[in-house]
């Protein structure tokens, strides 16, 4: 849904606490990728999450829509508004423990036509490669739509640099607001001449705050960061994908990991550690 900007928050093994413990589904797992229409609403914590909640203990949500109509997930009609606000059947899910592994099942197998889809492959583009990504992970994301137990796509954080943006921008002439991209992490890199910072990082771990994170590889973009995103007046920007292609190839942010939970504030320091 609705992303927001937060000046402080805790670092645990699933990504920032409280992050994601919601999902939409309809026979599986939905995300701003299929139903576009999810970047129209908001959500907010009616108290405060803890990191270890699953089931019936994940604090509950209200969620608001820009036709001034909200649900709270305790309410009895949640998934029925929530399906008129989407125009497809879906209800709200409370993220599960690990072992609940069909609460995580794909209904069905990816076929290459919906990995297209899902990236908007574009003409002439050979399929991105995945081969810094551990086989045992792809090998799980191939059954489950997510790491069972959590609700993130394949890693728990995303971490983007303004160098990144910055040379997306000079390249494409486009608009390259961070919103549009959704890291977790934005470090402020101020290298003039630097471009695509983070992935010298790759194999290091850094240290932000209390917390230490290990970057794993480089995130491969979808279309998201080409959709609109109506609470934050971003409109569509259909050329975005081509351009991600033709000037980082696709690659744009890194895939970290929590080596070390701490908590983290806007303005703390980033470390490069050695590598391990």
Known sequence: MGGERIAETTLVTGGLAGDRHWAVKERQIRTGKQWPALLKLRARYLREPR????????????????????????????????SAQLQKSARLAARQPASARAHYL?????????INAEIELQPGEVMPSYDDIPTDLL??????????????????LHLLSTNSLRFLAEHSGLDTD??????NLLVQTDQASAALTEFDWIGHDLAV???????????????????AQPLFGLEEQKPMTRAIVDHVKRELGVNVRVVKAGHVREGDAVTLLEAK
């Open 178 to 183: 961070v919103r549009r991209f959704r890291p």
């Open 51 to 82: 990191a270890e909640d699953h089931g019936e203990q994940v604090a509950p949500v209200e969620i608001s829509s820009p036709d001034g109509s909200s649900c709270r997930s305790d309410e009895s009609r949640i998934d029925a508004w929530l």
């Open 139 to 156: 090998t799980l994301l191939g059954t489950y739509c997510t790491p069972p137990g959590f609700y993130y796509d394949a890693y728990p």
């Open 106 to 114: 794909r209904a069905s197998a990816m076929t290459d036509a919906e």
């Open 209 to 227: 705050g209390e917390a230490v994170l290990r970057v794993e590889s480089h995130t491969i973009r979808c279309t998201m960061p080409s959709r």
